[in-house]
């Protein structure tokens, strides 16, 4: 169940509560349900008249709502300069785990941590599945121009330590190879693999070697940064073995 669209949604409003969505048109294939970003408390009933909705104008069947799914992450995860423009997350064949639970794509091209965008801790807290809520952290690349290790490691403790003290399942994405400031990712990945006792998960995408460097076109756009098909396909694999731990 796949929906393909061309154009981000900006804003929807259901029950009086505004949904923002995302400010870039790179988003070009989700699933229904990673179609809105949610930015407001929104209960477990009024998600289901809007999955709902939206699948029906799919034609897909709904996905259970108390249990989600989300992802924040920047333009590696919304598919961006990948030819087909579908993201890593919408390769259910790779991704099999959690087929039945409520995805939430909360990602967008340029995104950054510290500043608490794409969503805020408190916005995940409001709006996580009663029965389940996992959240997967693949931020940092953009932070990494602009940050030290330590202060992104700070970000992301700012994120997991109030999330699963609210019964959120926490996990992390370390960072693959790109052009620039290589030092301060590969510090980061350390004290995200230090730090791993403070996560639910953590999914060692700096371990395989084919992410390892970014000059491979087999993998990697030319701009040294950017995942191919081939690429997202390993991080499918990896998301989906870490999830299976939890």
């Not at 209960?43 to 069947?61: E, L, R, T």
């Not at 890593?88 to 099999?96: A, F, G, I, P, R």
Request: proline content about 2%.
């Amino acid at each position: 169940g796949v929906l393909y669209t061309t154009t981000a949604i900006s804003s929807v409003t259901l029950d009086g509560i505004a949904i923002g969505g995302t400010s870039s048109t790179s988003i070009r294939a989700c699933r229904v349900q990673e179609l809105a970003v949610f930015n407001t408390a929104f209960s477990d009933a009024k998600m289901d008249a809007f999955n709902a909705y939206m699948a029906a104008q799919a034609g897909v069947s709904t996905r259970d709502s108390t249990r989600n799914v989300d992802i924040i992450g920047d333009s590696l995860a919304t598919g961006f300069f990948n030819e087909s423009g579908v993201p890593w997350h919408n390769l259910t064949s790779v991704l099999t785990n959690r087929p039945d639970s409520y995805w939430r794509a909360n990602c967008f091209d340029g995104a950054f941590g510290f500043s608490g965008v794409p969503i805020t801790s408190a916005a995940l807290i409001a709006a996580k599945g009663s029965a389940e809520a996992v959240v997967i952290w693949a931020l940092g690349t953009n932070d990494a121009q602009s940050r030290t290790a330590a202060q992104m490691y700070t970000t992301l403790t700012n994120y997991s330590v109030p999330c699963r003290a609210a019964g959120i399942k926490f996990g992390v994405v370390t960072l693959t190879d790109f052009v620039a400031n290589r030092a301060v990712k590969d510090a980061y990945n350390a004290l995200v693999d230090a730090g791993a006792a403070n996560f639910d998960f953590t999914v060692p995408l700096h371990l395989r070697p084919e992410l390892s460097d970014c000059t491979n076109t087999t993998y990697f756009h030319s701009d040294g940064v950017h995942w191919l098909d081939a690429a997202k396909v390993i991080v499918a694999s990896e998301v989906n073995a870490a999830l299976a731990t939890i």
